[in-house]
């Protein structure tokens, strides 16, 4: 039982680049969501899904796509990365039943040059 | 939607001595989350508030919702140098299709000095 396995845990992009951040929960986790978390601001949610091929918007959504095909995958991407990018990435995954909370990754530190 | 206001931002105690850290909402908290996160690291649950008056311990930590469910408390007895590093408070926007939504408070980092 790995929990929430996010790759990769550091990477290094240029201006302009794409790339795909992976998530993977393997605990059958219906609600899984990313999350950005930048200094003296929290941690702030990018896109969420409620189940395998439904998925929502949070507060930051703009440069970000979500697709989720599977239950155990919630890949982020980046379309064209900007420096404004630059932070540490969360994934997180929980029951539909409240009692233990979101699981949530180690996330991936991204800097966007 | 929703904001968490917590409190204090940072907070710097002495080894043994109790602190609080307060989470302020906006708006009715359907569920209350509190974590705790090591600097470069991911996020760690402590415990989870829902009904009004809720209170929780674990170990030396203790969580309570209040009544009207719009402000939460984390209570530290007797802190070690263990203790440290940030807690978040995080809440469920609401029941229903924003299930899945959670937003959190900025977070209070806690420094204990041996």
């Known amino acids: 039982n790995a929990g929430v396995t996010q790759t990769p845990k550091f990477q290094v992009l240029k201006t302009g680049q794409s790339m795909t951040l992976q998530c993977a929960q393997d605990?059958?986790?219906?609600?899984m969501s990313w999350y950005r978390q930048d200094p003296g601001m929290g941690l702030r949610l990018i896109h969420y899904s409620v189940g395998a091929g439904i998925t929502d918007q949070g507060e930051v959504p703009n440069g970000y796509n979500v697709s989720r095909s599977t239950t155990e995958d919630f890949p982020l991407r980046l379309l064209s990365a900007a420096p404004s990018q630059t932070s540490v990435y969360f994934c997180?995954?929980?029951?539909?039943?409240?009692?233990?909370?979101?699981?949530f990754g180690s996330g991936t530190r991204l800097t966007v040059v | 939607s929703q904001e968490l206001e917590q409190s204090p931002q940072s907070l710097i105690v002495q080894e043994g001595k109790n602190l609080t850290i307060n989470c302020t909402s906006s708006k009715t908290l359907y569920g209350l989350y509190w974590y705790k996160q090591k600097y470069g690291e991911g996020l760690i649950f402590l415990m989870m508030?829902?009904?009004?008056?809720e209170e929780k311990s674990h170990e030396k930590i203790t969580a309570k919702l209040d009544e009207k469910k719009q402000q939460s408390s984390l209570h530290i007895t007797a802190s070690q140098p263990s203790h440290a590093g940030i807690y978040l408070c995080?809440?469920?926007?609401?029941?229903?299709?924003?299930?899945?939504?959670?937003?959190f408070g900025q977070g209070t980092i806690l420094t204990v000095h041996p």
């Open positions: 508030l829902q009904k009004g008056g």
């Open positions: 995080g809440a469920d926007e609401s029941r229903g299709t924003s299930y899945g939504k959670l937003t």
């Open positions: 997180a995954s929980r029951y539909t039943t409240d009692f233990y909370g979101y699981t």
């Open positions: 605990m059958n986790h219906e609600y």
